[in-house]
T-cell receptor, first 118, second 112 residues
Framework: GAVVSQHPSRVICKSGTSVKIECRSLDFQATTMFWYRQFPKQSLMLMATSNEGSKATYEQGVEKDKFLINHASLTLSTLTVTSAHPEDSSFYIC??????????????FGPGTRLTVL | GENVEQHPSTLSVQEGDSAVIKCTYSDSASNYFPWYKQELGKGPQLIIDIRSNVGEKKDQRIAVTLNKTAKHFSLHITETQPEDSAVYFCAASIGGNTPLVFGKGTRLSVIA
């Protein structure tokens, strides 16, 4: 149980285009999903917290107009990188929490999406 | 806010030996401490976690200990195998749906 998928696993795009990444909880309902980015040999950096049916809460320094997050259902959240530039190239990872662990924030991660912007 | 420190940043052990990774946290309200294993090019995988009402938890070759007074927790891997080689992250959370705060990671290399 507790499987989270991401699609696509890899994407290469041209500078200026937009890219959408999907995160799905396959066998549980995720009341909250989190989006992270990770640079090589570094830890995970939280970008935003997304609750189903609500606007995402972005971390300081993360542009909400550039990284659009939608959490329209209990099993799906999407991250859209708008007008992507080479500096947006990174490994993007989502995680999901069911909120049913008795107040403990159990999170399960997706396999990640490698974004390369040319 | 919460701050999590993780040591060491790199660790090399011989196959069959034990490996210990230590983390400290700053917020005494934290109540959940997971450990994740991340292999190259993959997402983090939850390998074990501990809640604040427990001092120790074990799952086969993996164990985690928690000292709430000192605000530190540790991951212990016994009888290490080459497939244990990966980056390990500790994290802490004050519960509910608040985000996890991660340590900087430990790159474990198990030498056959």
């Amino acid at each position: 149980g507790a499987v989270v998928s991401q699609h696509p696993s890899r994407v290469i795009c041209k500078s200026g285009t937009s890219v959408k990444i999907e995160c799905r909880s396959l066998d549980f309902q995720a009341t909250t999903m989190f989006w992270y980015r990770q640079f090589p040999k570094q830890s995970l950096m939280l970008m935003a917290t997304s609750n189903e049916g609500s606007k995402a809460t972005y971390e300081q320094g993360v542009e909400k107009d550039k990284f659009l997050i939608n959490h329209a259902s209990l099993t799906l959240s999407t991250l859209t990188v708008t007008s992507a530039h080479p500096e947006d190239s990174s490994f993007y990872i989502c995680s999901a929490s069911s909120g049913l662990a008795g107040g403990y924030n159990e999170q399960f991660f997706g396999p990640g999406t490698r974004l390369t912007v040319l | 806010g919460e701050n999590v420190e993780q040591h060491p940043s790199t660790l090399s052990v011989q196959e069959g030996d034990s490996a210990v990774i230590k983390c400290t946290y700053s917020d005494s309200a934290s109540n959940y401490f997971p450990w994740y294993k991340q292999e190259l090019g993959k997402g983090p995988q939850l390998i074990i976690d501990i809640r604040s009402n427990v001092g120790e938890k074990k799952d086969q070759r993996i164990a985690v200990t928690l000292n709430k007074t000192a605000k530190h927790f540790s991951l212990h891997i016994t009888e290490t195998q080459p497939e244990d080689s990966a980056v390990y992250f500790c994290a802490a959370s004050i519960g509910g749906n608040t985000p996890l705060v991660f340590g900087k990671g430990t790159r474990l290399s198990v030498i056959a």
